[in-house]
């Protein structure tokens, strides 16, 4: 897992923060690369937020996002919200794991910012909860960027 975990929190905690070291790329309009993930226990619940910093090998390349998670959950729901030039912005939103979020433009090289958020209700499969991502355009680099970062509150 490429994220590094930090916490200035004393004691234990049902929150977790983690953040990005290095940036992470594909150009791969099939293929998922992990941007985190975290375990999740049978019937447990939790939210997450993160706020990704991206950029892409040209404009008209999209970031796209979906959320994997164990067989059987009780409730999911995810949304990204994705700038899509350095005006304009795209909301979207998923009930179930294997939902591609599409933002269907950048801005090339321009950093610009997505927050992904959620909630999950598992079912009585454990497992791993995993945020991916993927270029919208096959051979377009799409790169998150160093700093991006995400937390977990488990309920």
Same mark, same amino acid.
């Not at 490429?2 to 923060?17: A, D, E, F, I, V």
């Not at 594909?26 to 910093?53: G, I, K, M």
């Given at each position: 897992? $490429?994220?590094?975990?930090?916490? !200035? #929190?004393?004691?234990?905690?049902? /929150?977790?923060?983690? =953040?990005?070291?290095? *940036?992470? &790329? ?46 059987? $959950?009780?409730?999911?729901?995810? !949304? #990204?919200?994705?700038?899509?030039? /350095?005006?304009?912005? =795209?909301?979207?939103? *998923?009930? &179930? ?59």
């Amino acid at each position: 897992m $490429p994220w590094t975990h930090s916490t !200035n #929190l004393k004691g234990p905690s049902m /929150l977790r923060l983690a =953040r990005l070291p290095a *940036a992470l &790329s594909t150009s791969s309009s099939t293929s998922w690369l992990t941007l985190f993930t975290t375990p999740l226990a049978a019937q447990q619940v939790l939210s997450f937020a993160a706020e990704l910093y991206f950029s892409s090998g040209a404009n008209n390349t999209g970031l796209v996002t979906t959320l994997s998670g164990p067989a059987g $959950p009780q409730a999911v729901l995810h !949304n #990204l919200v994705t700038g899509e030039s /350095l005006t304009t912005f =795209r909301n979207l939103t *998923a009930s &179930s794991y294997d939902t591609p979020l599409i933002g269907t433009s950048s801005a090339g090289s321009s950093v610009l910012r997505a927050q992904v958020s959620g909630t999950v209700e598992n079912g009585a499969n454990a497992g791993n909860l995993s945020l991916r991502f993927r270029s919208e355009v096959a051979g377009t680099a799409v790169t998150v960027l160093r700093g991006s970062w995400w937390q977990v509150l488990q309920h």
